[in-house]
């Protein structure tokens, strides 16, 4: 079966830009998580959606929200975008917000310039 | 808040060595736990996965963890190593209202 798809695989934008990522998760998974990924951080928790709900919220500011749509594909959004903001953004979707284990997707490598 | 901690940030081996990889973790609720690893160049893979049951899990390719509640830890291990073993791996950890939480990962080096 078709993994976790998220488009787009790199993306460069601009300071103050905003950016939307996309999440397909497994068919069937109903939970879609957001995480950011840097050499100095490492893996850190965004947020995570179960039908349609945010349940989880990461410590990260307002400027990035997500939202997760009746099909379960994910948006996240960054709006006002800092330097800081360039990660690789990865997205998992699990069977339920426990966690059967979380299968990834390949993320998106998103460049602030 | 829950935290993972990671040992060991990068660690050499030769081929055919014993690997144990260390992770402690703090959360006073019912946790699950996790090692993912990622080779180079891929997405995160499962490795194993620790929810209930007998504190011995066993994974893909080789790898166990044990979960050792008193000591808040569950540590990964390999009798012997591949070169193909070569990857980063996390500790990740579940139970409360922060998603999974990471460890800062192990970057494994294998040498043939």
Redesign the interface.
């Known amino acids: 079966k078709a993994g976790v798809t998220q488009t787009p695989r790199y993306l460069i934008k601009t300071r103050g830009q905003q950016v939307t990522l996309s999440c397909s998760p497994i068919s069937g998974h109903r939970s879609v998580?957001w995480?950011q990924q840097t050499p100095g951080q490492?893996?850190?928790?965004?947020?995570?959606y179960f039908s349609e709900t945010q349940r989880?919220k990461?410590n990260f500011p307002g400027r990035f929200s997500g939202r997760q749509f009746s099909n379960s594909r994910s948006e996240m959004n960054v709006s006002t975008l800092e330097l800081g903001d360039s990660a690789l953004y990865?997205c998992?979707s699990s069977l339920d917000t426990?966690?059967?284990?979380?299968?990834?997707?390949?993320?998106t490598r998103l460049t602030v310039v | 808040a829950q935290s993972v901690s990671q040992h060991n940030h990068h660690v050499i081996l030769s081929e055919a060595a014993s690997l144990e990889l260390g992770c402690n973790y703090s959360y006073g609720g019912t946790v699950?736990l996790?090692w993912?690893v990622q080779y180079p160049g891929?997405?995160?893979?499962?490795l194993l996965?620790y929810?209930s049951g007998d504190p011995l899990v066993k994974g893909i390719k080789g790898f166990e963890a044990e979960f050792i509640k008193s000591k808040f830890s569950f540590n990964l291990r390999k009798p012997s190593v591949q070169w193909s073993d070569t990857a980063e791996y996390?500790c990740?950890v579940?139970g409360g209202?922060?998603?999974?939480?990471?460890?800062?990962?192990t970057h494994l080096i294998i040498q043939p």
């Open positions: 998580s995480y490492g893996l850190q928790f965004l947020f995570e989880n990461g990865l998992a426990e966690g059967f284990g979380y299968t990834f997707g390949s993320g | 699950n996790f993912y891929q997405h995160l893979q499962l996965k929810f996390f990740a579940s209202a922060d998603g999974l939480t990471f460890g800062k990962g």
